[in-house]
Nanobody
Framework: EVQLQASGGGLVQAGGSLRLSCTASGLILDDYGVGWFRQAPGKEREGVACIETSDGKTFYADSVKGRFAVSRDDAKDTVYLQMNNLKPEDTAAYYC??????????????????????WGQGTLVTVSS
């Protein structure tokens, strides 16, 4: 079964940092663009960041620009989301996702990710004030 797995979440104080990791089973993640999404309780899922595979170009939601950074380590076949200066409003379950077909990150990062068909279990990030 093709699946992604996000990990690295936890409880952190406001202003702190966390690094999330996205790994895959059943596919080589290096060959795919990857989007990061989050969903807070009672809210719609939203795009956070996205990294393309062709040139590694990155895209971010306005709410996280300058604080979050998405990167990939091809040797480890892992995509990371470095989250700095975390705020209580960043509290959410975070997911990584991809699709068997190429997709435009510039569009996906502003979406709920509904068009992507490969997801995995998320990881919970809680930021205390």
């Amino acid at each position: 079964e093709v699946q992604l797995q996000a990990s690295g979440g936890g409880l952190v104080q406001a202003g702190g940092s966390l690094r999330l990791s996205c790994t895959a089973s059943g596919l080589i993640l290096d060959d795919y663009g990857v989007g990061w999404f989050r969903q807070a309780p009672g809210k719609e899922r939203e795009g956070v960041a996205c990294i393309e595979t062709s040139d590694g170009k990155t895209f971010y939601a306005d709410s996280v620009k300058g604080r979050f950074a998405v990167s990939r380590d091809d040797a480890k076949d892992t995509v990371y989301l470095q989250m700095n200066n975390l705020k209580p409003e960043d509290t959410a379950a975070y997911y990584c996702a991809t699709d068997k077909y190429p997709f435009p990150c510039v569009v996906v990062v502003k979406s709920t990710g509904i068009g992507l068909d490969i997801w995995g279990q998320g990881t919970l990030v809680t930021v205390s004030s």
